[in-house]
């Protein structure tokens, strides 16, 4: 089992920045990527960007060069730095783990708000 709390969402004007962290407790050795995904209502759940453990990234296009995700693999915990914030960017923001061995996402967090607003 894999536990993850997200922390750090809040309101934020346009052009702000804001961290979000997620730190992973349990079978920690078990996990091969972890990601950042954000829902808003009414829509499906989108990934915003993910690591390996061996540091490899991928990005949704619409946050590249705006956000970076990083992995301190000694605290067990996943970042995702958010510059130029937009107000599209409002949304659920939710930490997400996969095992080795499996085809997705197959543990998540519960969530932390973003809000973008002047």
């Known amino acids: 089992q894999v536990q993850l709390v997200e922390s750090g969402g809040g309101l934020v004007q346009p052009g702000g920045s804001l961290t979000l962290s997620c730190a992973a407790s349990?079978?920690?050795?078990?996990?091969?990527?972890m990601a950042w995904y954000r829902q808003t209502p009414g829509t499906q759940r989108e990934l915003v960007a993910e690591i390996t453990g061996g540091g490899n990234t991928n990005y949704a296009n619409d946050v590249k060069g705006r956000f970076t995700i990083s992995l301190d693999t000694a605290k067990n915990t996943v970042y995702l730095q958010m510059n130029s914030l937009k107000p599209e960017d409002t949304a659920d923001y939710y930490c997400?783990?996969?095992?080795?061995?499996?085809?997705?996402?197959?543990?998540w967090g519960r969530g932390t708000q973003v809000t973008v607003s002047s």
């Open positions: 349990g079978s920690i050795s078990s996990i091969y990527t």
């Open positions: 997400a783990a996969q095992q080795i061995g499996e085809n997705s996402y197959n543990y």
